[in-house]
């Protein structure tokens, strides 16, 4: 197969597939591809250099079953094996997790899922998440599928990391280079008066770790500003103010609209992002319309990130490298 470099409209193609940038830092639609089907090795290799690149890359029209999914995950790196998925999630696959069970959690607890999401996210940038970012090892990568969307809402929005970091004026840049930052499970949930379930199973389910505040992308090289608005605790070595003020304001850089690509959902579409570059916003204005939601993730093993001067993450409770 031969390679034809980008075109005017920024369009790479490696025989029949292209890959067509959609926003100006993130994001990029790829076409002429069967997901389903065997990969040949420069597509393959294609597919990887775009989400290094673009962060984040769409499929449309794909025909993925969940064994189609899991191979199609083995092809870039070691499917995550889950230790506990809820009861929607298909039996007989293990890596694949559906995001239905999402709506289980809170009727665990006590709680409507109106409820329980609204004690979880009750600032504005609360949403906007790495998977499993509390982990020592959060996941490299995420293959998302979608089976059945709602006729509108529902769209997922994803931030360039290494474009917000980019963006820091030079002194800020060097100031952050060598913060950390405390990531934990469960951060800022309000608990309900008197006895809480969701709040004694935090408890004796913690996950939390300590990563640098820019890491080092393990691939590109590229210096990565590694904020969520769900996980992160503080900023450590510096006071509760002073932290709550430098994470504001660092969130609220990498949700710039200039670092930002909005996807919008079809049934067989496919998302592919890295998720050690990115954060991403679950979508909260479709419950109202009535319609069903059912997507399908399987997250790749990811590495113990690594800061600008070299130093791991550390684990702090409930988290160890490569156990699920």
Known sequence: MTTDRAAGDGTERVGGVAVTPVAGHIGAEITGVDLAGP????????????VLRWK?????GQRLDHAGHVALARRFGEPVVLGRRGSVSPAGFPEVETT?????LGSRFGMEHAEWLDRRRHTLLRGWHCDHGARIDPPAATILRAETVPP???DTTWANLAAAYAGLSAPVRAFVDGLRAE???GVGYQPRPGDDAYVRHLLDHQVASVHPLVRVHPETGERVLFVNGYYLERITGVSRPESAALLEMLLEQAVRPEYTVRFRW???SVAFWDNRATMHLAPSDHAHVGAPR???????AGEVPVGVDGRPSEAVVGTEPGRW
């Not at 990969?39 to 775009?50: G, H, K, P, T, W």
């Open 294 to 300: 059912i997507m399908h993730r399987v997250m790749l």
């Open 266 to 268: 079809e049934p067989g």
């Open 183 to 185: 990531h934990r499970l």
């Open 56 to 60: 984040v890359v769409f499929f449309r």
């Open 100 to 104: 239905a069970d999402r709506l289980e």
């Open 39 to 50: 990969l040949e090795d420069a597509v393959a290799a294609l597919i990887r250099q775009a």
């Open 152 to 154: 509108y809402g529902g």
